[in-house]
């Protein structure tokens, strides 16, 4: 199980990195715009008006992942806030799923949206 955390945490910076960066189409790519197209995350972001930063190590402790019962494979939803050059934390967060795969994690960004 320390190993399947591990890649969690992994998949949500990488999502998280790649926010920041304004690279929504690698984004796309990644989560093979299953539920958001990089158009999509971009208006969000857009629309909220504000810088993406990274946000700091020890928000890891604010990130909350909940099993899905009965999945398989088995997958996981997490509600992770997102950091602004403006606020700090802000309340827009990005909403994801991750599915346990034989290669890792499957990512998929279900939604950006005000908390």
């Known amino acids: 199980m320390k190993k399947m955390n591990a890649l969690l945490l992994e998949s949500v ?18 989560t093979h715009g299953i539920r958001i197209s990089a158009l999509d995350i971009k208006r969000a972001v857009t629309d909220y008006g504000r810088t993406l930063v990274a946000p700091p190590i020890e928000s890891i402790l604010l990130w909350e992942f909940v099993a899905v019962r009965g ?9 992770v806030p997102l950091w602004t050059l403006e606020e700090g934390r802000s309340d827009l967060s990005v909403a994801l799923t991750l599915i346990e795969e034989s290669f890792g994690v499957r990512i998929e960004v279900d939604d950006l949206h005000v908390l």
Do not use: C, N, S
């Open 13 to 30: 910076q990488k999502i998280l990195a790649l926010l920041v960066e304004g690279d929504y189409e690698q984004i796309e790519r990644i």
């Open 71 to 79: 999945a398989y494979p088995p997958r996981w939803i997490a509600t």
